[in-house]
């Protein structure tokens, strides 16, 4: 295990061995004595946590929502800086699913979710607390890594697919990382925009123009993390100018990019998915074409 510090942050981080069995799935382990209040900045993929320690992880949002243990959150939870995430002797596995993905091991769409956090019991029910006691019960994160990819490869084997079309249109928007005219997704898969969007929409939680967008940022604000200048930032990654990134940055996070470029949410990703980037959130890396499907 890894210790990771930034700030007042010091959390300890372990990273499984091997790849999931599943397309579109990473995790990460997580160890934290004292979770002090933490921004949680939006991303493009779905979070699932899973804890299994003496404490828990406590979500509260601005509008008074509040949300314990293991729970499942939408892609972009946090826009506006509204989320903050606490607690004491944390330990979980934290898993982040491509939308693609995600709509068959969750058991529901990602568009049920839109932006926020359920509780993981409301979704599978008996087997949520089933994982959590098993998790607390094998003797190493590598055993719990591998629990975890089991679960969610039988999940994900028996559970609905998206369309093949919209598993294209989302890798589109991924690999070129925002920077693409969505206009021109439906006839890329022969599709109309009304159904492409509609499709989009609800099996993947957003629609493309918010999907582009949310990429963008993430690889933006990963880029400011690392140090780079915001005005060499914004130009290499489509934004107009400075003042748009800044615009930008401030609505998904409620802060300036020079806070952003400290956020321990965001630096962690380097140490806990050490090979981050277009992957995390793809699904069938091999599909050659849009109309490819998963089996």
Not at 81 to 103: F, I, M, Y
Request: glycine content about 12%; hydrophobic content about 40%.
């Amino acid at each position: 295990m890894q210790t990771f510090v930034r700030g007042a942050a010091t959390w300890d981080v372990e990273c499984p061995r091997r790849p999931s069995r599943v397309g579109g799935v990473t995790m990460a382990g997580f160890r934290v004595r004292d979770l002090e209040t933490l921004r949680i900045v939006p991303h493009p993929a779905v979070t699932l946590l899973l804890d299994f320690g003496a404490g828990s992880a406590v979500l509260d949002c601005a509008a008074g929502g509040r949300q314990r243990g293991s729970m499942v959150a939408g892609p972009g939870l946090g826009s506006g800086g509204v989320v903050r995430a606490r607690g004491r002797n944390v330990e979980c596995v934290q898993v982040r699913l491509s939308p693609v993905t995600a709509r068959a091991i969750l058991g529901a769409s990602p568009a049920e979710l839109d932006g926020t956090v359920v509780s993981l019991g409301d979704l599978w029910g008996r087997e949520a607390s089933r994982i959590r006691e098993r998790l607390g019960d094998v003797p190493s994160w590598q055993d719990r890594f591998a629990l975890t990819d089991a679960t969610l490869a039988r999940r994900y084997d028996a559970g609905p697919p998206v369309d093949p079309e919209v598993a294209w249109a989302w890798r589109r928007i991924v690999v070129s990382r925002g920077l693409i005219r969505v206009d021109g997704l439906a006839g890329e898969v022969g599709w109309s925009r009304k159904r492409l969007w509609s499709r989009f929409r609800s099996q993947l939680g957003l629609p493309p123009k918010r999907a582009v967008r949310l990429v963008r940022f993430d690889h933006a604000a990963h880029r400011l993390v690392a140090g780079e200048r915001a005005a060499r930032v914004a130009a290499d990654t489509g934004y107009a100018d400075q003042s748009h990134l800044h615009r930008d940055v401030m609505a998904y996070t409620g802060a300036t990019p020079a806070t952003v470029a400290g956020e321990p949410f965001l630096a962690v990703d380097d140490l806990a998915w050490p090979g981050r980037g277009t992957a995390a959130f793809l699904t069938s890396p091999g599909s050659s074409g849009p109309v490819a499907g998963r089996r």
